[in-house]
């Protein structure tokens, strides 16, 4: 299969603990994002990559979130002292450059479901 | 990006085609119509964009109004896996915003 991939795809952990979910793109992609989901509702934009620089976070990304793409492949998302509001699915996605113009087609992973306890 | 409304649920008998609805009207000349759908506990998967012109593909058929206002997205013959959450997105860019969309149930 050469869809995105994430790893874990669920974790549960106690309140204070720090969290790291990794994700693989698609291999030619270079762009990623990262998108929330909470119960009920549809996914929130995070934070999105070219290559290995971060381009633009959202404000729903607070400073216990960080994300990497080290060499412009894999991404981590972090999440230290998480909170039971951090309680989400955690949506990865990859793209390459629309050479028709207009945005890139993204191809999302199967998330990784977090329980905060 | 523009607004999006969907009704928030519709029913499918199974093997008929499923028209969904969209209405963008405020959607600007260099944005785009994407549709997605989610089914349950899984992430979103694409299913087709346009611009201004009608599209098609192997799962879907986008039909665009002239005026671009709204839009209808149409799966010729549900099946009971096409039963999910159908997302209508309009965007410029890389930044989707998800709204509610259209929860499909597709009956046998």
């Known amino acids: 299969d050469t869809g995105v991939s994430q790893n874990p795809r669920h974790k549960i952990t106690k309140r204070g603990q720090n969290v790291t979910f990794r994700c693989d793109p698609i291999?030619?992609?270079?762009?990623l994002y990262w998108y929330r989901q909470t119960l009920g509702q549809g996914p929130e934009f995070l934070t999105y990559?070219?290559?290995?620089?971060?381009?633009?976070k959202s404000r729903l990304l607070s400073d216990r979130f960080s994300a990497e793409r080290p060499k412009g492949s894999f991404s981590t998302l972090e999440i230290q002292r998480t909170e039971q509001g951090d309680s989400a699915m955690y949506l990865c996605?990859?793209?390459?450059?629309?050479?028709?113009?207009?945005?890139?087609?993204?191809?999302f992973g199967p998330g990784t479901r977090l329980t905060v306890l | 990006d523009a607004k999006t409304t969907q009704p928030p649920s519709m029913d499918c008998a199974e093997g008929r085609a499923a028209n969904l609805p969209c209405n963008h009207s405020?959607?600007?000349?260099?944005?785009?119509v994407y549709w997605y759908r989610q089914i349950h506990s899984q992430g979103p998967q694409y299913i087709i964009h346009?611009?201004?012109n009608n599209e098609t593909n192997e799962m879907a058929s986008l039909i665009i109004t002239e005026d671009r206002k709204s839009s209808t997205l149409i799966l010729p013959h549900a099946t009971l896996r096409d039963t999910a959450v159908y997302y209508c997105?309009?965007?410029?860019?890389?930044?989707?915003?998800f709204g509610a969309g259209t929860t499909v149930t597709v009956r046998a």
């Open positions: 990559f070219q290559n290995e620089a971060q381009l633009e």
């Open positions: 291999s030619e992609h270079n762009r």
């Open positions: 997105i309009v965007t410029k860019d890389y930044k989707l915003s």
């Open positions: 346009g611009l201004k």
């Open positions: 996605a990859s793209s390459s450059l629309s050479v028709a113009g207009g945005p890139d087609t993204q191809y």
């Open positions: 405020t959607i600007s000349g260099n944005e785009y």
